[in-house]
């Protein structure tokens, strides 16, 4: 007889987490594809925007180095659009049917407030894998809904902003 398969609880967290990082990194190359074909069109200029890292020496494989964050990272994407206005975007891949207030960092919820009082468009890219759509939609409109677990919004009350073409930007440039 085969004896069943005992999995640590540790060993389905990794998995899962695995899973979010590889669906966070697609969510990533879809929207460097959106913003290299707004660039082709004259629409924006977007690009990554890199976490703080502080170099702290040589690492303990060849070529490498050690580091730390030296300092709270903020939205993924900063760039330009189309008669100069500011923007900024940040990417949100979940499985979940809402997405959670708690999702953002308090980093990246002020960049998102800062950005958005002194006159940039600053949007939230939310990928709701277990259906495989994308919602872009500015910051400022999110209908958040406050329950007993916080706050959240539903795929269903950002069904206007649901990606229909590409570049998404097109919608957001005159």
């Known amino acids: 007889m085969k004896r069943p398969r005992i999995e640590l ?3 389905a ?7 979010a990082t590889d669906a966070g990194a697609a969510l990533e190359k879809l929207l460097d594809e959106h913003h290299a074909w707004a660039a082709r ?3 924006a200029e977007v690009r990554r925007v890199s976490p703080h890292v502080r170099n702290l020496g040589p690492g303990k494989v060849p070529g490498s180095f050690s580091g730390v964050y030296d300092s709270p990272g903020g939205c993924d994407r900063r760039g330009t659009l189309r008669g100069g206005r500011g923007l900024l975007v940040e990417a949100k891949s979940t499985a979940a049917e809402n997405l959670a207030w ?3 960092t308090e980093a990246e919820r002020l960049d998102l407030g800062a950005a958005h009082r002194l006159g940039a468009l600053c949007l939230v890219a939310w990928e709701r894998r277990d259906i495989g759509e994308l919602f872009v939609v500015p910051w400022d409109l999110i209908p958040w809904k406050v329950t007993g677990a916080g706050k959240s919004v539903s795929a269903e009350a950002l069904a206007g902003w649901r990606v229909a073409e590409a570049p998404y930007l097109r919608r957001f440039v005159a």
């Open 9 to 11: 609880a540790g060993g």
């Open 13 to 19: 967290r990794k998995r899962a987490g695995k899973t």
């Open 41 to 43: 069109l004259g629409l």
């Open 102 to 104: 708690s999702e953002f």
